[in-house]
């Protein structure tokens, strides 16, 4: 089945460490996003790449950083950086009819 | 500052009756518009779409209406199911931007 996958569901870390967010597709899309998610909030984006080897910064980008050296995979790490790191992180991908994205089942982090 | 605005953050509806969901945007350059669903701990789903070429776009039970002018669209679901039961996020892009601005989401409720 194509999809995309997002690992770990839930997701517990002592403040001050760096964890990682895992995102996979199996679509064959070149783009693919990462969205963070609060209560009573809508998702905004954290970082973007629309191709293999490239990524730009969205619109909360500091205490983030991303890699994209396959098309199927686009890692997030969350950083000790990053102030309020407790949240809902959704990833997604969009092919050519790129205004449509997939997004994945997300994971939520919680930074004790 | 919010590009897009979901003013209604919860709307309860009686199971038959219309459900409609609004949205309003500030950003005169956004030509693409959706509107995703979504469950709790889950991610959002595409659910239909208006070019900004056009002012209405039907699929089934769901209707979305493009007024330009007023920058405002809307979510028409007729007839309501307890199964629409969901927050729906209204969203839009820009030529040359792949990434969506989202709108902070309203919570359906259908009353069976």
């Known amino acids: 089945d194509g999809g995309i996958t997002q690992s770990p569901k839930y997701l517990f870390r002592k403040e001050g460490q760096n964890v990682t967010l895992s995102c996979e597709q199996n679509?064959?899309?070149?783009?693919m996003y990462w969205y963070r998610q609060d209560p009573g909030q809508g998702l905004r984006l954290i970082y973007y790449s629309q191709i293999v080897n490239d990524f730009q910064k969205g619109d909360i980008a500091e205490g983030y950083s991303v890699s994209r050296e396959k098309k199927e995979s686009f890692p997030l790490t969350v950083t000790s950086a990053q102030k309020n790191p407790t949240a809902f992180y959704l990833c997604?991908?969009?092919?050519?009819?790129?205004?449509?994205?997939?997004f994945g089942p997300g994971t939520r982090l919680t930074v004790l | 500052d919010q590009q897009v605005k979901q003013n209604s953050p919860s709307l309860s509806v009686q199971e038959g009756r219309i459900s409609i969901l609004n949205c309003d945007y500030t950003?005169?350059?956004?030509?693409?518009f959706l509107w995703y669903k979504k469950y709790p701990a889950e991610g959002p789903t595409f659910l239909i779409s208006i070019s900004s070429i056009k002012d209405k776009n039907e699929d089934g039970r769901f209707t979305v209406f493009l007024n330009k002018s007023a920058k405002h669209l809307s979510l028409h679901i007729v007839p309501s199911q307890p199964g629409d039961s969901a927050v729906y996020f209204c969203?839009?892009?820009?030529?040359?931007?792949?990434?969506?601005?989202f709108g902070s989401g309203t919570r359906l409720q259908v009353q069976p």
């Open positions: 950003n005169s350059m956004f030509d693409y």
């Open positions: 679509l064959n899309h070149d783009a």
């Open positions: 969203a839009a892009s820009e030529t040359g931007r792949r990434a969506l601005t």
């Open positions: 997604a991908c969009s092919g050519s009819s790129y205004n449509e994205q997939f």
